[in-house]
């Protein structure tokens, strides 16, 4: 038995999760279209995760005796400025999705609704994990962008004269 409140929640959950999954595959086939193989190939696997996220919630919502609902998803942004772009966007989502899970623990708890504290525990470490990992990306990001100001540099000192 789980409250009506959390439920509700859990199922808007399993659209936000297939949404993530969505958003990431028209990232990867941007980068795919734009030449960047690496990027491409991490939103690929990003897309498969979160196709797997919304999967457990729906196996856990009809664990629950329920019947998980499967929401439409909004057609996502296909086209992005740099690949800065894409994992800033990427960054602010995950940072969405955190909340909303924290939403979800939060009402269960309220609610007395403890196996859905208790299967969320999983989704609270995995965000701190997606998390890092963006960020961790975007710092890639900004060092290669020091080491063309580094090049740029040494070429300037290579210069005689002003030529
Ligand atoms: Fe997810
Ligand atoms: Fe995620």
Redo the contacts with the bound molecule.
């Keep these: 038995m789980v409250s009506k409140k959390v439920l509700k929640l859990l199922n808007e959950q399993v659209a936000?999760?297939g949404e993530?999954?969505q958003i990431y595959l028209a990232m990867a086939t941007w980068a795919d279209v734009n030449g960047f193989r690496g990027t491409a190939a991490f939103m690929y696997r990003q897309a498969e995760?979160?196709r797997g996220?919304?999967q457990k919630f729906i196996k856990f919502i009809n664990d629950l005796t329920e019947h998980a609902e499967i929401g439409g998803i909004k057609e996502p942004k296909a086209d992005y400025k740099d690949i800065e772009e894409v994992f800033r966007a990427a960054l602010e989502h995950?940072e969405l999705?955190t909340a909303a899970i924290a939403k979800i623990f939060t009402t269960a708890r309220e609610n007395n609704d403890y196996a859905v504290t208790s299967f969320l525990k999983w989704?609270i470490d995995?965000?701190v994990e997606?998390e890092a990992a963006v960020k961790r990306v975007l710092d890639i990001i900004r060092m290669a962008g020091k080491v063309s100001i580094y090049l740029a540099d040494k070429e300037i000192g290579a210069l005689h004269g002003g030529k």
């Design positions: 936000l999760e993530s999954s995760e979160e996220h919304m995950e999705i989704f995995e965000q997606e």
